[in-house]
């Protein structure tokens, strides 16, 4: 089992960065791939983007890719979602999430902090 903390989010302008972070407890960081998911008021969480055990493959949604990056450390139990030219349609709250794999699909992931708001003024 795993426990994931969000931190890092707030509120910024159009055409800035934030970079999000999720530290996990437990010693079986490494062997979980990790997700981030958002959840945007009145919708359903949507895949932001996704990243091996190792860190060797990445996934993400289209309406991310050139902007955000996802990254981890498991040395720090930790995985990293780095977000340039934010735009006003980002503004959800994160989540990020853990899995044996990665995974687009938010209900077949088992594990997950309690989210980040992120807000981008425009």
């Known amino acids: 089992q795993v426990q994931l903390v969000e931190s890092g989010g707030g509120l910024v302008q159009a055409g800035g960065s934030l970079r999000l972070s999720c530290t996990a407890s437990g010693r079986t960081f490494s062997t979980y791939a990790m997700n981030w998911f958002h959840q945007a008021p009145g919708k359903e969480r949507e895949f932001v983007a996704a990243?091996?055990?190792?860190?060797?493959?990445?996934y993400y949604a289209d309406s991310v890719k050139g902007r955000f990056t996802i990254s981890r450390d498991n040395a720090k139990k930790t995985v990293y979602l780095q977000m340039n030219s934010l735009k006003p349609e980002d503004t959800a709250v994160y989540y990020c999430a853990a899995d044996k794999t990665p995974s687009r699909d938010y209900e077949s992931v088992s594990y997950w902090g309690q989210g980040t708001q992120v807000t981008v003024s425009s």
């Open positions: 990243i091996n055990w190792s860190g060797s493959t990445t």
